[in-house]
């Protein structure tokens, strides 16, 4: 099994993490913020994951560290999942509709972070900015050591829209991650 246990603590957030790449798609979650409790869960069911995670954060002042954090966390988790990268298909692809709104999500977890972040809505669900989703899939990129294009091509309702994301970065990852071989899936021979 693929498993990582990552924790991160600082003045504004505390959180930890449990990561199963190879997991069932079970879910214990506790961010303190409804929505974000909500996108985890999709992730973890839409991947076949298993994740186990409590957070807390200085929401009193706003949303931003929490978020960012959350996706430092599960980017460091992803990578060490992924261990030496050996075997793993590498590439995944998913789109998903979620009633008006189209996401779609390209993946290359083979190394070398990169972030495509095509979603042009803004507004707020309750009272996130939207804007900081940008923040979390930049910091799972970056943490994971992941090429990332999402791009939603249409929708409304912005519930919606960051949930066929979730759903779609969920299909991908778990597309991507899967052992498909036993040779290091890059024709240079390093990762």
């Known amino acids: 099994m693929r498993k990582a ?3 991160r603590k600082t003045k504004e957030t505390d959180i930890k993490l449990e990561f199963n790449l190879d997991g069932t798609g079970n879910s214990d979650i506790n961010t303190s ?11 973890a069911f839409h991947g076949n994951f298993d994740i186990k995670l409590k957070a807390k954060g200085d929401i009193h002042v706003d949303y931003h560290h929490l978020i960012e954090d959350l996706g430092i966390v599960l980017g460091k988790a992803i990578d ?4 030496d ?5 590498r590439y995944g692809f998913a789109s998903i509709p979620m009633d008006e709104a189209l996401a779609q999500v390209s993946i290359d ?7 495509i972040y095509n979603v042009k809505f803004d507004g707020y669900i309750k009272d996130i ?3 900081l989703f940008e923040e979390f899939f930049r910091a799972v990129s970056n943490h994971g050591k992941i090429a990332l294009h999402i791009n939603v091509l249409y929708g409304k ?16 990852l778990s597309d991507a991650s899967r052992i498909y071989g036993q040779q ?5 021979g390093v990762i």
């Open 5 to 7: 246990s990552v924790s």
């Open 33 to 43: 913020v409804g929505f974000l409790d909500h996108m985890f869960e999709l992730l």
């Open 109 to 115: 977890i083979g190394g070398r972070e990169f972030l």
């Open 85 to 89: 990268r050996n075997g793993i298909k």
């Open 184 to 188: 290091l899936p890059s024709t240079k």
């Open 129 to 131: 900015d939207i804007s």
């Open 80 to 83: 060490k999942t992924l261990l």
């Open 157 to 172: 309702d912005l519930h919606h829209i960051i949930e066929a994301v979730f759903k779609a970065f969920a299909k991908a």
